[in-house]
T-cell receptor, first 111, second 113 residues
Framework: DVKVTQSSRYLVKRTGEKVFLECVQD?????MFWYRQDPGLGLRLIYF???????EKGDIPEGYSVSREKKERFSLILESASTNQTSMYLC??????????FGAGTRLSVL | KNQVEQSPQSLIILEGKNCTLQ??????????LRWYKQDTGRGPVSLTI?????NTKSNGRYTATLDADTKQSSLHITASQLSDSASYIC????????????FGGGTRVLVKP
C-alpha cells in the first residue's frame, strides 16, 4: 500500500511564525504535491515537484515555499504565517500522471 | 468561477437507499475524470477514473458515469451504508496541462441509520 505521511495532524501557530509542514511518501514516486483545502473552494494546488530539487508553482503559491532535498520528502514552508493561511493542508504523491495518493492532512490554525 | 461544479453541496440519505451526485465541468481539453472519497479527517482516496472514451465505471456499490459531450459526470451510490458518509470530490485532469488537476468543491454525504 502506498503511504503518504504528514508529520502533524494538527498545528497551532502564531501570526508571523515560520511554519514547516513535512510530507514523506514510501513508494518512490517522482511527483509530490501540496494542496490546501477550504470549505466551498475545493482543493487548490500550492506547489508541486517532479523531481528532487525541482519545484513548480501551483495556483496559489503566494506566501508559501517548498523544499525537496530527497525524493521521498516534500516540505511546505510558510515563511511568516498569517491568519488567512488557516486551512487544511494535504500532501499527495503520484507516479507519472497516475492517481494521486493523499496524506491524512494537517489542520493548521494561525492565531 | 470554479471550472468543476458539484451538486448538491450536501445531502442526507437513509441507510440502504440510493443516491446520485453530479459533477459538471468546463475545463478543456479533457483528459480524464476521477471521483475521490474523503472520509472526515482523512485524505481523499480514488474511487474511479474515466477517460474520454469511457461512459461508465463501477467500483463495488459506486458507479460513475461520464457524458463527455455535455461535460457531465455522476456518481451513483447503491444501497448506501453508514461508511459511505464522506465527502465525494470530482477531479478533472486537463490534457497538456502537465500533472495539474482541477477539483470540484465536493458533495458531503451523510448516511443515517
Amino acid at each position: 500500500d502506498v503511504k503518504v505521511t504528514q508529520s502533524s495532524r494538527y498545528l497551532v501557530k502564531r501570526t508571523g511564525e515560520k511554519v514547516f509542514l513535512e510530507c514523506v511518501q514510501d513508494m518512490d514516486h517522482e511527483n509530490m504535491f501540496w494542496y490546501r483545502q477550504d470549505p466551498g473552494l475545493g482543493l487548490r494546488l500550492i506547489y508541486f515537484s517532479y523531481d528532487v530539487k525541482m519545484k513548480e508553482k501551483g495556483d496559489i503559491p503566494e506566501g508559501y515555499s517548498v523544499s525537496r532535498e530527497k525524493k521521498e520528502r516534500f516540505s511546505l514552508i510558510l515563511e511568516s504565517a498569517s491568519t488567512n493561511q488557516t486551512s487544511m493542508y494535504l500532501c499527495a504523491s503520484s507516479f507519472d500522471r497516475g492517481v494521486q495518493y493523499f496524506g491524512a492532512g494537517t489542520r493548521l490554525s494561525v492565531l | 468561477k470554479n471550472q468543476v461544479e458539484q451538486s448538491p453541496q450536501s445531502l442526507i440519505i437513509l441507510e440502504g437507499k440510493n443516491c446520485t451526485l453530479q459533477c459538471n465541468y468546463t475545463v478543456s481539453p479533457f483528459s480524464n475524470l476521477r471521483w475521490y472519497k474523503q472520509d472526515t479527517g482523512r485524505g481523499p482516496v480514488s474511487l474511479t477514473i474515466m477517460t474520454f472514451s469511457e461512459n461508465t465505471k463501477s467500483n463495488g456499490r459506486y458507479t460513475a458515469t461520464l457524458d463527455a459531450d455535455t461535460k457531465q459526470s455522476s456518481l451513483h451510490i447503491t444501497a448506501s451504508q453508514l461508511s459511505d458518509s464522506a465527502s465525494y470530490i470530482c477531479v478533472v485532469r486537463i490534457k497538456a496541462a502537465g500533472n495539474k488537476l482541477t477539483f470540484g468543491g465536493g458533495t458531503r454525504v451523510l448516511v443515517k441509520p
